[in-house]
């Protein structure tokens, strides 16, 4: 297994996602335009702005598996207590934790009609608080089930071929084609597979 990371700048994660190709042993990964879809996008929640991911992710392409760690950085634009992000219904998150890095924190997903999780906060932070929350996810990505559009398929993980797409919500974020942010992505692959990406600073790949 290895490692690769990419990053990129606050402009692009509005509209560009990360989209898999794999043949033989070989996948190939490339941000590509998300657009079309902005019908769907919600904004709901209090209002927050995220400044940054953080997304570690693993893929299993014989289980059609990913698991995943995202480190969610934003801001609060009022007092609130509470917090809204997007996210596949086939990925079931299994914890969210506080900025203080210990503390589990409740929270209800809706895998089903929203397509979100509702965070309680544990406390009532003031507008304008820098707040940083860590979210532990797993699931199977094979199907259109869970994904925003109804029978079609944003996300595949399989051993012939795979694809992520920003639409497909395949790590929890915030207000779809509206909120920027910066984001920096590390993906644990196959060793014996390429990674082929966008990156504004240079790809590091890294044996696990």
């Keep these: ?14 509209v560009k996602g990360l989209s898999f190709k794999a043949g033989l042993a070989a996948l190939a990964v490339s941000l590509i335009l998300a657009s079309g879809f902005t019908a769907i996008a919600q904004e709901e929640g209090p209002p927050i702005d995220v400044e940054h991911y953080k997304i570690n ?39 969210v934790t506080a900025p203080d890095g210990t503390t589990e924190l409740q929270f209800l997903q809706d895998k089903v009609n929203e397509l979100n999780v509702k965070i309680n906060l544990g406390q009532l932070y003031n507008a304008g608080s820098e707040i940083t929350l860590t979210f532990d996810y ?35 974020f915030h207000g779809y084609a509206s909120d920027l942010a910066t984001s920096e992505i590390s993906l644990t692959v196959p060793g014996n597979w390429t ?13 696990t």
């Design 1 to 14: 297994m290895r490692s690769i990371s990419v990053k990129t700048g606050k402009e692009k994660i509005m």
């Design 57 to 95: 992710a693993e893929l299993i392409p014989d289980n059609h598996e990913l698991k995943g760690r995202a480190v969610v950085t934003f801001k609060t634009l009022k007092d609130t207590q509470s917090a809204v992000f997007e996210m596949n219904g086939s990925l079931s998150i299994t914890k």
């Design 138 to 172: 797993d699931g199977q990505l094979a199907t259109p089930e869970g994904g925003p559009i109804p029978d079609k398929r944003m996300a595949y993980i399989g051993p012939e071929d795979c694809y992520l797409t920003y639409p497909a919500r395949w790590f929890p």
């Design 195 to 207: 990674v082929v990406g966008h990156s504004d600073e240079p790809v590091s790949s890294v044996p």
